[in-house]
């Protein structure tokens, strides 16, 4: 048996560096969910009660944005019932990802292990953990996509089990996001451009049986939120300027994306590691998306609506590379001054770091604040009762009770069709008893009601932290109903007071 070495010893201390470090950061973070999260949990539980997806318990609905991870929810949600399922589900995939990164980089070598741990440092950033462990199905997506793209490129199909092992994962990503019909797309086209015909017809198959079962069960492919924000016309400008915000939020994490992914397929594209056809397909896969959001119009908000066909592009290129020559390359970097090089790569980094870890601190102490204040407040009271909001998350889940969705996302398609005027409208002829809203919601409420809401308690303040914007939150009940939800009332007095003294 081989002697354990120094080499040995630093790698263990490095992992378990890593390991401490990813713990204590999980563990901070582990009230920080998204709004959407609290969405999806309320609709499990709908979902266990009713025996169909609904969102108000009478019809059935297409709420959701990914209904594999809502079948997900409420399974586990069936067996431990928790605040945080959908917390859970999103870290354990989380955690799959990068064991599976990992797992990769220790059976590869040479330029392919480099791309394999540089996209697991990447996830560890702050706000990739951020991301990928926000209750929602981004970690998961990025799972079948890290795998879809390794299959793009190395999967052989010899028999049967081969065809339906392609088939599930088609099916599962188009479960997890419709969007990845692109990807099944494209890693289709690259397998065919490869002569395995057999395995680009098994995905081709598992990715129409998704959107087969979407239909058959939904009436439709794309999901009511989908539609809520899309206007409908042709922005490819604004799309693309929806793209670059969204990867700005990602910060470094996101630039460091970036980065894997045009390098590798610029190696790939120099070296030429396989066909032309076979490089530049998988690598077609943003700008498709792109293509789609830019016809439909569609507002694009986060970079972990990006996360998947950056994840399948850059996984791709990573498989390319086992077929590179490693050693002309290495000559190169020896002649270079590879110590100022590798000091200037280590300060941009920690930057970087320091910049997000600022970020993360302050996104991930408002959320999590919003949700304990919240969570302790008597809002089940409300049940019986109706509200009106834009982000409907929290108030859907607290209180089980029938939320007005200004946004158009859960209150069927009709609603999500129609302008956000309209749905505002139809929202004020209801008798509702509480509100929650940003500064500008609270005064268009009170402008389009005649006063209506102006002197509603504000029971709760609430901010809501992103990378680059502060977002307060109200929630504002009837008079009636002040005493009952919130005994103690903040010192903001009335909605239109409050409103005013944050604008």
């Known amino acids: ?17 890593l390991s401490l470090y990813l713990g204590a950061m999980l563990w901070y973070a582990r009230f920080h969910l998204l709004d959407d999260a609290l969405i999806h949990l309320r609709l499990a539980e ?43 589900i999103s870290v ?29 440092l990447a996830t560890l950033s702050p706000m990739g953990i951020r991301w990928l462990s926000d209750g929602m199905e981004t970690s998961l997506s990025a799972l079948l996509a890290l795998a879809l793209g390794i299959t793009a490129i190395r999967a052989e199909t010899r028999g049967s089990l081969d065809a339906l092992w392609l088939w599930l994962l088609a099916a599962a990503i188009v479960g997890t996001r419709v969007e990845a019909i692109l990807l ?79 390098a590798g397929a610029a190696i790939n594209f120099r070296t030429r590691s396989a066909a032309r056809a076979v490089i530049l397909l998988p ?23 990006l996360l998947a066909p950056l994840v399948f592009m850059i996984a791709a290129n ?18 270079a001054p590879r110590q100022a090089l590798a000091w200037t790569v280590a300060g941009v980094i920690g930057l970087g770091f320091t910049a997000e870890l600022v970020k993360f601190h302050a996104i991930v102490e408002s959320r999590t604040a919003a949700f ?3 969570r302790a407040l008597q809002l089940a009271a409300l049940e019986d009762a109706e509200g009106i909001a834009w982000d409907v998350g929290h108030l859907m889940y607290f209180t089980k009770a029938q939320v007005c969705d200004v946004s158009g996302v859960v209150n069927g398609r009709q609603a999500a069709m129609a302008p956000e005027s ?82």
């Open 318 to 335: 990573a498989a390319l590379l086992r077929a590179v020559d490693f050693r002309d390359l290495r000559a190169r970097v020896a002649t």
């Open 184 to 262: 099944v797309l494209v890693a289709s086209a690259t397998m065919a451009a490869r002569s395995n015909l057999r395995g680009a017809a098994a995905l081709a198959a598992g990715g129409a049986t998704g959107l087969t079962i979407l239909w058959a069960i939904f009436g439709s492919i794309l999901p009511d939120p989908a539609l809520a924000k899309a206007t409908g016309l042709a922005m490819p400008a604004a799309s693309l300027a929806g793209f670059a915000t969204s990867l700005a939020g990602g910060m470094g994490f996101a630039v460091g994306l970036l980065a894997l992914w045009l």
């Open 422 to 503: 309209q749905r505002l409208a139809n929202c004020l002829q209801r008798d509702v008893e509480f509100v929650f809203v940003t500064p500008d919601n609270a005064a268009e409420l009170i402008e389009r009601s005649g006063s209506r809401f102006a002197d509603w308690p504000v029971c709760g303040q609430y901010l809501f932290q992103n990378v680059s914007t502060t977002s307060p939150h109200f929630l504002a009940v009837a008079p009636a109903r002040a005493a009952q939800i919130c005994p103690r009332l903040r010192g903001d007095g009335s909605l239109i007071r409050a409103t005013a003294q944050t604008m």
């Open 372 to 374: 304990l204040e919240m």
């Open 283 to 305: 690598n077609l896969a943003l700008l498709a998306l792109w293509c789609i959001v830019a016809a439909r119009g569609q507002f694009v908000q986060g970079i972990r609506h």
């Open 1 to 17: 048996m081989r002697a354990f070495s120094y080499r040995d010893a630093r790698g263990v201390a490095v992992i378990g560096a």
């Open 46 to 88: 709908l979902l266990l009660t009713h025996g169909f997806v609904t969102t108000n318990g009478q019809a059935v609905s297409f709420g959701t944005s990914s209904p594999v991870f809502l079948l997900l929810t409420a399974g586990l949600h069936a067996a431990i019932e928790s605040d945080l399922t959908t917390k859970a």
């Open 92 to 120: 354990a995939a989380y955690l799959t990802f990068v064991a599976g990164l990992v797992a990769l980089a220790w059976r590869s070598a040479a330029l392919e292990r480099a791309w394999w741990l540089a996209l697991a």
